[in-house]
């Protein structure tokens, strides 16, 4: 595919703003929490990564109309076959991680398993991999709970 660039970005711009606007339209979506204690609301993430993501691929479909096509996408060697194979399990993992965290309700509880699959699929030696999983399961609790008071089922 020649326009390597192009369309990708395009896609991934459009989807960017789409989930920014969307929230921002959405009733229920706030920026700013309707508590007194200052937290942001359910739509501050959302549309703070929605037009993350809209930039960041603007800025890549400028660069491939830029790049005049010379970039070319879907050639499959050894090498895009193995990330193919990782990026595929990656999926899945979430997919399972979504699936586990709405039917138990407790996030804190599937954020490492989620984070010690994905180091799995990615490679990582074992004593990094739950080394790297309490670290981050510790930061999103800190962060969310402790930082911006969200509660998450116990």
């Known amino acids: 595919m020649h326009k ?5 970005g395009l896609i991934t711009a459009i989807f960017g703003y ?5 929230t921002l339209l959405e009733d229920t979506m706030r920026v700013n929490a309707q508590s007194s204690d200052g937290v942001p609301g359910a739509g501050f993430f959302p549309v703070l990564l929605g037009f993350a993501v809209g930039i960041l691929g603007t800025i890549l479909f400028v660069r491939g109309i830029l790049q005049k096509g010379s970039v070319q996408y879907f050639q499959v060697d050894p ?3 193995f990330n193919l194979k990782r990026l595929g399990l990656t999926a899945v993992s979430i997919v399972i991680f979504f699936i586990l965290w709405q ?3 407790r ?3 599937c ?8 180091n799995a699929i990615f490679g990582r030696k074992l004593k990094y991999n739950i080394i790297y999983t309490v670290v981050f399961t510790a930061f999103i609790y800190l962060a969310f709970v402790v930082g911006f008071s969200i509660q998450f089922n116990r």
Do not use: H, N, Q, R
């Not at 390597?4 to 990708?8: A, E, F, H, L, V």
């Not at 954020?111 to 994905?118: D, G, H, N, R, W």
């Open 4 to 8: 390597g660039d192009t369309i990708p």
């Open 18 to 22: 789409s989930v920014a606007i969307y």
């Open 79 to 81: 090498e895009i076959k």
């Open 103 to 105: 039917t138990t309700k």
């Open 107 to 109: 996030f804190i509880v």
């Open 111 to 118: 954020v490492p398993i989620l984070c010690f699959a994905l």
